[in-house]
């Protein structure tokens, strides 16, 4: 009896837990989408780096040019990024036999993807205006405040990577010129540094 | 009283309290979407559901996706209170026993 009250109990729990939680979010999501933010930011340095050495000042300086290119690598991080992250979530609910997709995804989906999308319409305007400096600072705020909203229904834990990333937006407020250091800190580093600590904490063997 | 008595029947099944588990922590669940978190077949869980609906623990709302039907199910007052005083029986017949 006592043994089945018990697992009653962890059943109950187990349920709970799984039908309102996303829970198959792999760690490797997030070191893969950081190591593509840091490959992406080695990539837009370089770009911006030549342009200054090169271009600037001279007849062919183009900053349109420059800002095409960086919107390309900025897109195609976020694209590799996500699908990464896709892999290795769709990897890990396989092998624990979760289905991926049920209403604790799409709550989850829900309540990142709704910041993120009014974040994104945001900085599109900014670059409109030309507020460049600002693009770095306002991207990783609206991304931590997605996470910290996202957190309720996947592993809580995700809220702490999303405090990093709004402090790490709040220092690019103030010191926009180091936009992309602080750009390759929270997409980049915080990513990998959570992601292996959730990796090892819920998926070592 | 002895706690075991207090222990409600219509949880003693894995599927029911199951059911009761997940319907508690959202707001509604669809069918499919208890199949998929439980894991049985189409029959089996129709046919606890209707048990549960039976009792008065939870509500029925059928609504179509397209053409396709989609019952989705949510839980009444009476079947949080049902549930809640079985965790409480659950929780001294644990405490009993240490």
Same mark, same amino acid.
């Given at each position: 009896?006592?043994? !089945?009250?018990f ?7 187990q349920?709970?837990?799984?039908? !309102?939680? $996303? ?5 490797w ?6 190591c593509?933010?840091?490959a ?7 770009? &911006?780096?030549?342009y200054?050495?090169h271009?600037?000042g ?7 040019? /420059?800002? *095409?290119?960086?919107?390309?690598v900025?897109?195609l991080v $976020? &694209?590799?990024a ?5 892999? $290795?979530? @769709? ?7 979760v ?11 829900w309540?990142?993807m ?5 974040g ?5 305007r900014?670059?409109? /205006? *030309? @507020? @460049?400096s ?7 705020? $609206? ?6 909203n996202? !957190?309720?229904?996947t592993v809580?834990?995700?809220?702490f990577?999303?405090?990093? *990333?709004? /402090?790490?937006g709040?220092f690019?407020?103030w010191?926009?010129?180091n936009? /992309?250091?602080g ?6 580093i ?11 904490k @819920?998926?070592?063997? | ?16 309290l ?16 208890l199949k998929?978190?439980?894991g ?12 549960l609906?039976?009792n008065g623990?939870?509500?029925?709302q059928k609504?179509?996706i ?15 209170k049902?549930?809640?005083q079985?965790l ?9 026993l240490?």
């Amino acid at each position: 009896m006592e043994t !089945s009250s018990f697992h009653d109990l962890r059943e109950i729990r187990q349920m709970m837990e799984k039908s !309102s939680r $996303f829970i198959s979010l792999s760690g490797w999501s997030g070191v893969a989408a950081g190591c593509s933010a840091l490959a992406g930011a080695f990539v837009a340095n370089g770009y &911006i780096k030549s342009y200054y050495k090169h271009a600037y000042g001279s007849s062919a300086a183009c900053p349109a040019c /420059l800002k *095409q290119d960086l919107l390309v690598v900025a897109a195609l991080v $976020f &694209i590799s990024a996500l699908a990464l992250a896709f892999i $290795f979530t @769709y990897a890990r609910s396989k092998k624990e036999g979760v289905a991926i997709w049920g209403p604790s995804a799409r709550k989850l989906m829900w309540s990142t993807m709704l910041p993120m999308v009014v974040g994104g319409i945001f900085i599109l305007r900014l670059m409109d /205006l *030309q @507020y @460049y400096s600002l693009v770095a600072a306002c991207s990783l705020l $609206f991304y931590g405040l997605a996470l910290i909203n996202g !957190s309720k229904y996947t592993v809580g834990e995700i809220r702490f990577l999303g405090y990093g *990333q709004v /402090l790490t937006g709040l220092f690019c407020l103030w010191f926009p010129t180091n936009g /992309l250091v602080g750009w390759a800190f929270g997409f980049g580093i915080l990513h990998i540094v959570y992601g292996f600590t959730m990796w090892w904490k @819920y998926e070592r063997k | 009283m002895n706690p075991i008595e207090q222990l409600n029947k219509v949880f003693d099944s894995r599927i029911r309290l199951g059911i009761m588990s997940s319907l508690l922590v959202n707001e509604k669940v669809s069918f499919n979407e208890l199949k998929e978190l439980i894991g049985v077949t189409d029959g089996n869980l129709a046919s606890h559901l209707k048990t549960l609906e039976d009792n008065g623990f939870l509500k029925v709302q059928k609504g179509f996706i397209g053409r396709k039907t989609n019952t989705s199910y949510s839980v009444t007052k009476a079947g949080e209170k049902a549930f809640k005083q079985h965790l409480d029986a659950l929780e001294k017949m644990i405490r009993s026993l240490q």
